[in-house]
């Protein structure tokens, strides 16, 4: 057991640093617009001219081929330097790795650079109005037709989906097939017209998602990914990456924004009040609970090649502790933090959603108590 | 970086459970918990020939030399298999002399303490009273005495046996004049002590979770498992949680106290006050499981329960923990 960086992952580390220093494009401009969006791919341009991209990509993708470690190296770097997120975090996060590991080599050509270079932006089409977590009921219909698919259905928080070129869309591709096994995986050209974005506005008043409405557009049969009817075993994989982005970042995330309630609490007079503390005592518990638990499911990844139990309660400790957090800064920012244009209102807001997106807390605990205590399934 | 234990360390964990699982069968607890005192001398001298009472001492005094991530290791697991011992006293005792005591103090007692001969037992709390686990048979006692401590032969302590709810450990309120009192700082001994304290109280959380899970599975009710049913299964998953949270915590401190010493005060705050409201709240929802059977004499749990209580109120509420790690964290 040793909770120390070794000499290679301290260089690796100071090299990180000092990079991030050097190229730290200042403040974001904020506001979730045309201009936020813009500053967000001009960083990523950046990051990816020093190859830093991709970090968890093969090399010869044009990634870094970092190890874990790095990874979570990397990321804790950019949370503690509060570095804008790149613009293409679903292309990079999901789509590359899904076309890595399932794509054919034409793909792999066609789609990744732009990924990477965030020329070409991502999207995801997995959720459906009718179809939330149970995923595999999803009814949007892909129907073969002359070297391709028409595409029709509607498709719900679809991040990024007006600034998106591809869309990562589940569809049926066999409606008499058991639900999971009538699924495919396209990547959809946002730019048709049978595809209508419309934006979806959230409990923070702005418009983070969308809505897509589709109606007959055209997928060639080249940009299938995995096979016709392997959808789910695909979509799966994405799933899975999106919750392994979690860990050692989130909790720094979380720690910065734990000083700035601290902060708060000394400003607005409440430093000494004994609730106030033991609730920041319990939030301090709770974000070092996050952050061991993601070095020790890194330590057992590495060496097993699967986290053990601790890594399933990961997003349940950050989603809950977040939400603890903003709640926490309201009650100590008083009505301040209540104004329309109060950034902690805006956090607490949002946190609403930790505990719904990327796997409810309802779903994950099932995950746990199935997968992790091997209880008897309710289905 | 490297959050895992060595294949040696998998070693001593290996040793301890099968040890403790054999010689502490629920029969066993059982009967120790209902007799007058509940040690058995005959196990004690086996723990003290695999080295354990020594485990975390310097080897000049007769000790393994190791760490307190090994005394960790072992504590657990006599939590999980709520063996009644006086392991975590006379490690405690122990520590504290390495820490704080004169060079005379360590060459008297530290062999006796290492060996297990010679036990010492360190004060837990002072409310009632000095409060010392297993005092009755040890030779020394380690009591607060200020800011430090002082050494006190047991034969010279007054002793009262004091009935807690736990009674797989024997309790007793020691008072005594004089004393030869350690030049050292105890600070850093003291935070170790509370580690030891939060890896028995996970060890006893996991154990009572493996109980609520396996009665899960098999009781019927409505013609299916009830651990089928969300409001058992998902209760069930967030004691995983609580277990593995503490648990993450816990090797964190005791891995500070063995190689980062200026991180040791506010992780063993963390570590006491997550691994005590755990190990409550793991052994209440695991009576909650059980249902009836579990506010039964018969079953088990409630041995689990009162060990856990008992310990959440050892060296310091995990309230109060939260108060000191409020201010370590800058508020």
Redesign the interface.
């Known amino acids: 057991?040793?909770?120390?960086?070794?000499p290679e992952?301290q260089a690796f580390r100071d090299e990180v640093r000092a990079w991030i220093a050097d190229n730290h494009p200042g403040p974001a401009p904020g506001g979730g617009d045309q201009a936020q969006f813009e500053f967000e791919r001009a960083w990523q341009r950046k990051l990816h001219a020093a190859g830093w991209a991709g970090i968890s990509w093969p090399k010869e993708y044009g990634g870094r081929g970092a190890t874990l470690?790095e990874q979570s190296i990397f990321g804790e770097e950019l949370a503690r330097a509060k570095a804008p997120r790149p613009a293409n975090v679903l292309g990079l996060v999901m789509g590359g790795p899904v076309v890595i590991a399932h794509g054919t080599e034409e793909q792999k050509e066609r789609f990744l650079e732009p990924i990477l270079s965030a020329e070409e932006i991502w999207c995801q089409g997995f959720s459906e109005p009718e179809s939330g977590s149970d995923l595999a009921s999803l009814k949007t219909k892909a129907v073969k037709e002359n070297g391709g698919f028409r595409i029709t259905g509607q498709k719900v928080w679809t991040t990024f989906a007006h600034e998106a070129k591809w869309c990562m869309l589940v569809a049926r591709t066999d409606p008499d097939a058991a639900k999971h096994k009538g699924l495919t995986y396209f990547l959809m050209d946002m730019e048709q017209d049978e595809i209508e974005v419309r934006p979806l506005r959230q409990i923070t008043g702005e418009a983070e998602f969308n809505e897509l409405f589709i109606e007959g557009a055209y997928v060639p049969d080249e940009n299938v990914v995995g096979g016709v009817g392997n959808g789910w075993m695909v979509a799966i994989t994405t799933l899975m990456n999106e919750r392994a982005g979690l860990g050692a970042s989130a909790a720094l995330g979380l720690a910065n924004a734990?000083?700035e309630l601290?902060a708060l609490?000394?400003e607005r007079g409440r430093?000494d009040d004994?609730l106030?503390?033991?609730k920041?005592?319990?939030l301090?518990?709770?974000i070092?609970?996050l952050r061991?638990?993601a070095?020790?499911s890194?330590?057992?990844t590495m060496?097993v090649g699967t986290p053990g139990?601790?890594g399933?309660?990961a997003k349940?400790?950050w989603s809950s502790t977040n939400q603890a957090l903003t709640e926490l800064a309201l009650e100590v920012g008083g009505l301040g933090a209540l104004r329309s244009d109060s950034l902690w209102a805006y956090r607490f807001l949002r946190s609403r959603a930790n505990s719904i997106e990327g796997g409810t807390s309802?779903v994950?605990?099932?995950i746990?108590?199935?997968r992790?205590?091997?209880?008897?399934?309710?289905r | 970086?490297?959050?895992?234990?060595?294949d040696e360390?998998r070693e001593i964990q290996a040793t301890a459970r099968d040890f403790l699982a054999a010689r502490f069968k629920p029969e066993r607890v059982r009967e120790l918990a209902q007799s007058e005192s509940p040690y058995d001398d005959a196990i004690w001298n086996e723990m003290c020939d695999l080295g354990w009472p020594g485990i975390a001492l310097p080897e000049e005094h007769g000790g393994q030399g190791l760490g307190v991530?090994e005394l960790v290791i072992l504590l657990e697991q006599t939590g999980y298999a709520l063996a009644p011992s006086p392991l975590i006293s006379n490690a405690f005792a122990g520590t504290v002399i390495a820490a704080a005591g004169s060079d005379e103090q360590q060459r008297r007692w530290l062999p006796g303490i290492a060996s297990g001969e010679e036990r010492g037992a360190a004060e837990f709390t002072n409310d009632p009273g000095p409060l010392v686990g297993a005092a009755a048979g040890s030779a020394v006692l380690v009591l607060a005495e200020g800011d430090g401590a002082k050494l006190v032969p047991t034969d010279e302590a007054a002793l009262e046996r004091i009935e807690l709810i736990d009674a797989t450990r024997a309790y007793f309120i020691a008072r005594a004049e004089g004393g030869d009192p350690l030049p050292g700082d105890i600070a850093p001994a003291v935070d170790a002590g509370m580690v030891g304290l939060a890896a028995e109280s996970v060890g006893v959380a996991q154990r009572a979770l493996e109980m609520a899970?396996s009665y899960?599975?098999e009781r019927e009710q409505f013609g299916?498992?009830i651990?089928?049913?969300?409001a058992v299964?998902?209760r069930?998953?967030?004691m995983?949680?609580d277990v593995?949270?503490?648990?993450?915590?816990t090797?964190?401190a005791a891995?500070c106290a063995d190689?980062?010493p200026e991180s040791l005060p506010l992780a063993a705050s963390?570590a006491k006050?997550?691994a005590s409201d755990s190990a409550t709240s793991v052994t209440h929802n695991a009576i909650q499981t059980l249902g009836g059977i579990g506010f039964t004499w018969e079953h088990d749990v409630h041995f689990f329960l009162k060990r856990a209580r008992v310990s959440a109120q050892l060296m310091g509420s995990a309230?109060q923990?939260?108060?000191r790690?409020?201010?370590l964290?800058?508020?």
């Not at chain 2, 593995?244 to 915590?249: D, G, N, Q, V, Y």
């Open positions: 057991m040793d909770l120390t960086l070794t992952e470690i734990l000083d601290i609490a000394k430093a004994p106030i503390r033991d920041v005592a319990r301090k518990i709770g070092e609970g061991l638990g070095m020790r890194l330590t057992a060496k139990p601790e399933s309660i349940l400790q309802d994950l605990r099932n746990v108590a199935e992790v205590l091997g209880l008897p399934k309710l | 970086m490297e959050f895992d234990f060595s360390q991530v899970i899960a599975k299916r498992p651990g089928a049913y969300q299964s998902h069930l998953a967030d995983l949680w593995e949270e503490a648990r993450s915590l090797y964190y891995w190689a980062q963390m006050a997550r309230g923990h939260r108060e790690v409020a201010a964290a800058g508020l």
